[in-house]
């Protein structure tokens, strides 16, 4: 579990990172001469934490602490007041509606930006979750179009697997009551995973994964499916089960890619604990844990998200469903 101890070390290193400007990935679409590319302007509440998506999900990681521990407030709340302002957050919509912002983090960014919007749902600070809602509001649109669209699932490892977009998009669907989004992504999920089989566990991880390809489309499918049915699905599509599975090797932590398997290690941990794997889980979380805070900033920038993810989140039994 998410104890005291960590959650204030993990809190410590959100805090440095979504106001630590530099160094910075920019990834952004030039549509003329002479266009403005610092973080700030461009990006005046989520300029941290070297890139946007990782900059959201830090603040995410201080929501999810301060709801859990409230104490942490006198350190949390006077960072975050500045960035969780209506004009911060109108500047990032302006930029989502801007020629840049078409598909501009999709679509793990903007599942990040859904699950942030859960988490202050969940905290009740109605000033900071208002201020994003608009935001909020327009991606959960775009997330809905965009799933309800695509004819093929990303099942990649890494920013665009969409299994790990939907399972954050889904909480915030259920936290926020948006019916049309949660139909979309249930419907996509069966679409996309229902006839899939005997995953191929043994080819997993790739270099630079952060994510279990099989491990979060099983996750997703838990949620959409009612309990027998799933049983069976996981069955055909998990014959051997997961419980094997023994967490990745990081030769050097200091590379950007290969930082990504502490993750994997971590996003891991999440899904084995969901599905039932607990032993196995156990594993990932001893041998990624130490490497979440004070390490290279390759990693420290993004690493406690999925850390505090991987320790506070209900398994899917306890979550709240929608009939």
């Known amino acids: 579990m998410l104890t005291a101890d960590l959650a204030a070390r993990f809190a410590r290193v959100a805090l440095a990172n979504v106001e630590r400007e530099y160094p910075r990935h920019v990834a952004h679409l ?21 890139d946007w998506h990782s900059a959201v999900h830090m603040h995410w990681t201080l929501a999810r602490v301060l709801r859990l521990y409230p104490a942490q407030s006198v350190k949390i709340t006077p960072v975050l007041d500045p960035h969780f302002t209506p004009e911060a957050l109108g500047a990032e919509l302006a930029y989502f509606n801007a020629a840049a912002g078409k598909t501009f983090e999709r679509p793990y960014g903007w599942a990040w930006l859904l699950e942030l919007q859960a988490e202050l749902l969940r905290l009740g600070n109605e000033k900071w979750s208002g201020a994003l809602q608009p935001l909020a509001t327009e991606l959960a649109r775009r997330m809905a179009h965009f799933v309800g669209g695509a004819p093929y699932p990303i099942r990649a490892g890494g920013h665009g697997n969409t299994a790990f977009a939907c399972l954050l998009s889904l909480d915030y669907a259920r936290t926020a009551k948006d019916k049309t989004l949660e139909s979309e992504i249930k419907a996509a999920a069966l679409r996309w995973y229902r006839d899939d089989r005997e995953a191929p566990l043994a080819y997993e991880p790739s270099l630079d994964d952060f994510l279990s390809p099989a491990l979060v489309e099983a996750t997703l499918m838990q949620e959409v499916m009612a309990p027998e049915p799933f049983c069976a699905w996981q069955k055909a599509f998990l014959p051997s089960g997961a419980g094997q599975l023994e967490p990745p090797t990081v030769a050097d932590r200091a590379d950007p890619k290969q930082s990504h398997l502490d993750g994997l290690a971590l996003s891991r941990a999440w899904c084995l604990r969901k599905l039932g794997y607990e032993e196995a889980a156990e594993r990932h979380l001893a041998a990624a844990l130490p490497h979440v805070a004070g390490g290279h ?20 039994a306890e979550a709240p469903r929608t009939p």
């Not at 900033?297 to 899917?316: C, D, I, K, M, R």
Request: avoid cysteine; hydrophobic fraction near 45%.
């Open 297 to 316: 900033y390759v990693g420290e920038h993004w690493l406690a998200s999925f850390a505090v993810l991987a320790l506070s989140s209900l398994p899917s």
């Open 30 to 50: 030039l549509t003329r001469a002479g266009e403005e590319l610092a973080p700030r302007k461009l990006h005046p509440a989520f300029y941290g934490s070297y």
